[in-house]
């Protein structure tokens, strides 16, 4: 197996040392950048209390699961503890696939002469901002706790 | 240069310095320069930092759930108070987790905006998003390692999510959950469960997948910008 493309654009460089300089310096910034880290933030790694077996309560989830748990608020179980969450990481993985087969179909049906990256694409670049603005937007709707609460139709009001 | 004896006698048996040679010798477009085409490499950085951070701190864990406190929660406090550096050693742990989801977002998002998924790099955006998803597994599992009461509540409730507890029958959701957390509520069964997952299970699914991950990435070179 070749580990290079065959074809390069006239405009290309030495990957020696151009493209290897930025990772010892990457490294070590994340070094200091962690340890800085680890040194202001001690209070908030605090182990705090002990666990035991059968405890009951809601605890706080870490950053990554908030919109998780937000989500759970807004519908009934199974489309957001299922369908929405399984949903969107199965169109994540077959994305390529969608994006090459259905794209095209759609770019014709609309008289484009291709079908664009997300970037350049007024259907799939709506599509992703919205999809990432709508999990920004529950993130932060759980960080700023239960005192903001909104209407819905689902069950009526929900706090974050 | 003229390699020493030493390396030439390791290459004749171990061939490396052709690879080295090559590598130094590759030619990249101008446009591979861009900030954004560095996020890859940044998370396999903070990676190698998770390892390691994750390596040390298993001379002091003890993975065991059982009493209260379990010597889970005591071998965190002790690490964290007790042991030398053990504080910045942890929180270098704790807050590269963050960091490495974060870059790797922003990497994932970076190559879906620029249609770098696009052929012949199908397969390898799909690859990358079980990485992703790896990560998250990582960083649940660890999560709960502290067994500490907020851990223990907020794994509680994503195994309830996960185990469809409100949407499949009764029986299914019991299985779910009993697969995930051996038995019938989180306890020391599971806490040794997610740790055998965090140190063993996920670091050897995701070295491969990451292995095959950058061979790929070389193979096809950097994405045409969109």
Redo the contacts between chains.
């Keep these: ?5 065959d074809e ?2 006239d ?6 040392p ?2 290897w300089w ?2 010892p310096v ?2 070590v910034g ?2 200091i ?3 800085l ?3 202001a ?2 209070s908030l ?21 908030i919109f ?2 937000e989500l ?1 608020k807004l519908g009934p ?2 489309i957001t ?2 369908l929405l ?1 399984v949903g969107g ?1 199965a169109t ?6 969608l ?2 087969m259905v794209g095209p179909r759609l770019a014709r049906r609309l008289g484009w002469r291709s079908w ?5 694409n007024p259907i799939t ?1 709506a599509l ?1 901002v919205a999809g ?1 603005a709508v999990l920004v937007a529950l993130t932060l709707w759980g960080l700023a706790g239960p005192g903001i609460c909104l209407p819905w139709f689902y069950q009526g009001p929900v706090c974050g | 240069m003229k390699p020493s004896n030493a390396v030439e006698w390791l290459d004749q048996r171990v061939p490396f310095l052709d690879a080295i040679q090559a590598a130094r010798d590759r030619r990249v477009p101008d446009y591979a320069t861009a900030f954004h085409r560095y996020l890859g490499g940044m998370a396999v950085i903070l990676l190698g930092i998770e390892g390691l951070t994750g390596l040390l701190l298993t001379v002091y864990y003890v993975p065991d759930g059982a009493g209260n406190p379990a010597p889970a929660f005591t071998s965190i406090s002790q690490i964290q108070d007790t042991v030398p550096l053990g504080w910045l050693v942890r929180g270098m742990h704790y807050w590269g987790a963050g960091a490495l989801l974060m870059v790797l977002l922003f990497h994932m998002i970076a190559v879906l905006w620029t249609g770098g998924y696009r052929a012949p790099r199908e397969v390898n955006w799909t690859i990358g998003v079980v990485l992703l998803l790896l990560v998250v597994a990582f960083a649940l599992t660890g999560s709960l390692l502290p067994w500490n009461v907020n851990a223990y509540l907020a794994r509680t409730t994503e195994i309830q999510i996960a185990s469809g507890e409100s949407v499949f029958p009764a029986a299914v959701s019991k299985q779910i959950k009993f697969l995930l957390q051996s038995g019938a509520v989180i306890g020391p069964a599971t806490l040794l469960r997610f740790y055998v997952a965090h140190v063993i299970l996920l670091p050897a699914v995701t070295g491969g997948l990451l292995y095959l991950h950058l061979k790929l990435v070389r193979r096809h070179g950097p994405a045409e910008p969109s």
């Design positions: 197996v070749k580990d290079v493309p390069l654009p405009e290309a460089h030495d990957a020696f151009d493209q930025p990772y990457m490294t994340a070094l950048t962690l340890g880290m680890a040194f933030g001690q790694v605090t182990p705090g209390q002990p666990a035991s077996p059968g405890i009951s309560g809601a605890g706080n989830p870490d950053w990554y699961f998780l748990h759970l179980p199974a503890s299922i969450p990481v994540l993985l077959v994305w390529p696939l994006d090459s664009p990256t997300p970037r350049h670049g992703w990432f």
